[in-house]
């Protein structure tokens, strides 16, 4: 299964960057969710105009009939998303994260994580993927909304083998889920044969030094953060968190009682993966976290790469962060 | 007190909650529409569903003292006329999961306590069940919840909810290649909600003549005359402009409830709007058309008023009922 994805994504290289090929996950999840839809007739799509953007021309060709696009009504969407799952489809909602959050929180809310409706909200383009549009169409505040309501379970994969397995479990899994699927290109990060496990860290590095905790986009960032810091004699254990809700509690404090400190990692308010980790620690294992992502701020215009750059999300600015992490003591 | 009650079909817990006090009777588990009925023993079946259903409504009401007795009131003669003798649905039905049976969406949630009262009429839970409205850990939310209640198909409560749902189940049908229809009930002040004109747009566009909103329009808002607060009318024109076909009549008249649920769709292609024209209150001579009955709670008195008044119904449908059921038998 994964061979398959891995050919059909290698075939569109979206950029090359430091001699690594780089993917648009989207197109992992198109491919992913037209091969579920052949062999599992429950599976639809509901857009909201959405079917360039979620890169599902060829799936709206293969299932005219499972492409449900109600224009741009984002409440609809999602609540004929909760009618459908109430008549026994597995409706994927997959629209701009910044619209199908926001404008349909409600509908999120009550017809999917309330009414425990077997809905996937897929959140296309997140955190700043729309960076140069501006504020009004970036998705940083998802995190920090979604991981708040009770029931829903909330993904980020970091790679386009682990976009794919975490769509499949979404289809395999009875219950709301929510997935951002990146469109900022990244590498592999995660190692061949790699199998994901819902509310399970993976281990990228291991470090007794400090710890880094990233996801989705983040993730390459942060293990090349280590990378650094292994060359300046820092060992650092790198994180990857592809579930935010239910969050890994058991690693997130053998991290805090195994080294100096946290750095959280997130395209995203801190208030998401940060704020999340930040409570387990402060709750059961004390420690010091630094939480790197967006401050209370919208961001400002620039492309995504650039504005991670900006917020100290760089291999570097997290590098230099963890470091002055290590030696403090706790 | 505290009791716990065996598992009855619809309910998907033990009950295990304070019980309010015993009403002066009990509501009758009527069932529906008795198999091979006339049209007028249909409706004077359905005449005293509703008026049983509003009895023992404001008794709960007066019992627990809260609930949404005008727009509950205003909407008991569509849901009973519904569930009793409209809809392929039965408790075995919703036991089983049949897929085929049809959908029905309370999307103006708050009227809860007459969706409750309905279900335990019909036999899709536990009429004793009624006692634990609104009392902790009862399954019998102010607002219908679908993970408490097998017998109700979504949870409601945030207004502009509903009907996106129900289009969503009207999608899934035509999917399915089923016949099962999808009936949804909307409060009129419900119809400012933008989220609603999003599905209606959606329903015409997709074509969804399994699909029959009712539009409880008994002119009245929580606060105010909903044309004083934010004007629907021509809300005919409005949704007939809008791609459905409509039809309007006296919501509280289940001859024409039953005309218009047995035309839909009459425009193939098209989703069926029914406007029907309610009182909030209906009938209750003090609360009647009254805007102060939006959640107000009845005194002990009021209650027994109230009472009185429903039990002069149920005389004159028994004695209009022998006279007609005697007419037929001379007939015959």
Known sequence: ?330 | MTTTMSRHAGLLEEIDTTLLPTPDREIPVMGKVPAGAGREETIAFLERAATEVRRRAIQTVGAVGAGHLGGEFSITDTLVTLYLSVMNISPEQVEAGDPERDRIVLSKGHAANALYTTLALGGYIHRRALRTFLQPRSMLNGHPARTKIRAVEASTGPLGHGLPIAVGMAIAAKLDESERRTFVLLGDGEMQEGSNWEAIMTAAHRGLDNLVAVIDRNRLQQGARVEDTNALAPLGEKLAAFGWNVVELDGHDHGALLDAFEAAPAVPGTPTAIIANTDKGYPISYMRDNVAWHHKVPTPEQVDQAVAELDEILARIDGSRTGTLGTEKDAS
Not at chain 1, 187 to 209: H, I, S
Not at chain 1, 269 to 293: K, M, W, Y
Not at chain 1, 298 to 323: C, H, K, M, N, Y
Request: one cysteine or more; proline letters at 5%; charged letters at 20%.
């Open chain 1, 1 to 330: 299964m994964t061979a398959t994805t891995a050919t059909t994504t290698a075939t569109t290289v979206a950029s090359v960057s430091s001699e690594r090929t780089t993917y648009d996950c989207r197109t992992t999840w198109a491919a992913t969710i037209a091969d579920l839809a052949r062999t599992d007739e429950r599976i639809v799509t509901v857009v909201n105009d959405s079917i360039g953007s979620s890169k599902l021309d060829a799936f709206a060709t293969e299932f005219p009939a499972r492409t449900i696009n109600v224009g741009i009504a984002e409440q609809d969407m999602v609540g004929i998303g909760a009618g459908l799952a109430m008549s026994g489809r597995v409706p994927f909602v997959s629209a701009a994260g910044c619209f199908l959050t926001a404008r349909a929180m409600e509908q999120i809310k009550a017809d999917v994580a309330y009414s425990q409706t077997n809905v996937k909200l897929i959140a296309q383009s997140p955190g700043v993927a729309y960076g140069d549009l501006g504020p009004t169409h970036h998705s940083i505040e998802d995190f920090a909304w979604m991981r708040t309501i009770p029931g829903l379970t909330v993904l980020a994969p970091a790679d386009p083998v682990e976009t794919e397995q975490v769509v499949r479990w979404a289809a395999a899994h009875d219950g709301p889920v929510y997935i951002r699927i990146s469109r900022m290109a990244v590498p592999d990060v995660n190692a061949p044969g790699y199998a994901f496990a819902p509310g399970k860290a993976v281990t990228l590095r291991d470090g007794e030094d400090v710890t880094i905790i990233a996801t989705g986009t983040t993730v390459t960032r942060a293990v090349d953060a280590a990378d650094l810091l292994a060359a300046e004699g820092i060992d650092a254990r790198v994180l990857s968190m592809p579930t935010i809700k239910p969050l890994d509690s058991e690693a997130i404090l053998a991290a805090a009682r195994e080294t100096a400190g946290i750095v959280t990692v997130e395209e995203a308010l801190t208030t998401g993966l940060g704020g999340a980790v930040a409570e387990v620690v402060a709750e059961h294992q004390p420690c010091t976290v630094r939480r790197i992502g967006f401050d209370d701020a919208f961001a400002v215009t620039g492309t995504a790469e650039w504005l991670l750059d900006q917020i100290g999300a760089s291999p570097r600015g997290i590098a230099d962060t963890a470091t002055g992490l290590v030696g403090r003591g706790r």
